[in-house]
């Protein structure tokens, strides 16, 4: 069974604060991850990918990667209210050339 | 400027019906895909196409139909057979792999 979990919160954070988004995935063997944001409404925009152990920044957002553990998280500092929204993990499985196993995604709300 | 432009974006249909979603992108992509979303879950690939005349199902293909006769448009059929059609459908496409490039989506709601 495939599997990308996240929990699906709302994780509930204040403006200013870092936002700590958390996926862990059952492919032991998968190498590439990205995180998607999505507005209500709106379709899935890509942010971050990632493919190395380790932290990959990108302004306010950074993506880690831990490959031994199976999860991947995407840490938001300064949030913003704008950056409320579902965050959606996704993962290329070893096994696929063109196929992402989606999360369900967690929601954060950013409090002004 | 450069894009996925998806329609109709909202669409009403009667039980035993059939219903194209149409894609178009002119990013010059070979990838071509298609998902589905239900409220409060993540996407679930329903086809995906990466070369022209070629097209592969996904992990829920029963009940839908596409077609990839131009690089540029991948059609999507939801067929009657499709029982739980109630959805947000969203088309991407992609030049890498995992990076994709989502048009604004077709709501679908059945009558």
């Known amino acids: 069974q495939k599997e990308v979990e996240q929990n699906s919160g709302p994780l509930s954070v204040p403006e200013g604060a870092i936002a700590s988004l958390n996926c862990t995935y059952s492919?032991?063997?998968?190498?590439?991850f990205f995180w998607y944001r999505q507005y209500s409404g709106k379709s899935p925009e890509l942010i971050m990918s990632?493919?190395?152990?380790g932290d990959k920044e990108d302004g306010r957002f950074t993506a880690q990667l831990n490959k031994a553990s199976q999860y991947v998280s995407l840490l938001i500092r300064d949030s913003q209210p704008s950056d409320s929204a579902t965050y959606l993990c996704?993962?290329?499985?070893?096994?696929?050339?063109?196929?992402?196993?989606f999360g369900s995604g967690t929601r954060l709300l950013v409090r002004p | 400027d450069g894009g996925i432009t998806q329609s109709p974006k909202y669409l009403f249909r009667k039980e035993g019906q059939n219903v194209t979603l149409s894609c178009e992108q002119n990013?010059?992509?070979?990838?071509m895909y298609w998902y589905r979303q239900d409220p409060g879950q993540g996407l679930r690939l329903i086809y995906y196409?990466?070369?022209?005349?070629?097209?592969q199902k996904g992990d829920i293909a029963e009940g839908y139909s596409v077609s990839r006769e131009k690089k540029e448009s991948f059609p999507l059929t939801v067929t009657s057979a499709q029982k739980n059609p109630t959805a947000f459908y969203l088309c991407?496409?992609?030049?890498?792999?995992?990076?994709?490039?989502f048009g604004e989506g077709s709501r679908l709601t059945v009558l």
């Open positions: 991407a496409s992609s030049i890498g792999i995992g990076e994709l490039f």
């Open positions: 990632i493919y190395s152990n």
């Open positions: 996704a993962v290329k499985w070893r096994d696929s050339s063109y196929k992402l196993i």
């Open positions: 990013l010059n992509h070979d990838a």
């Open positions: 196409s990466q070369i022209v005349n070629d097209f």
């Open positions: 492919d032991r063997g998968s190498q590439s």
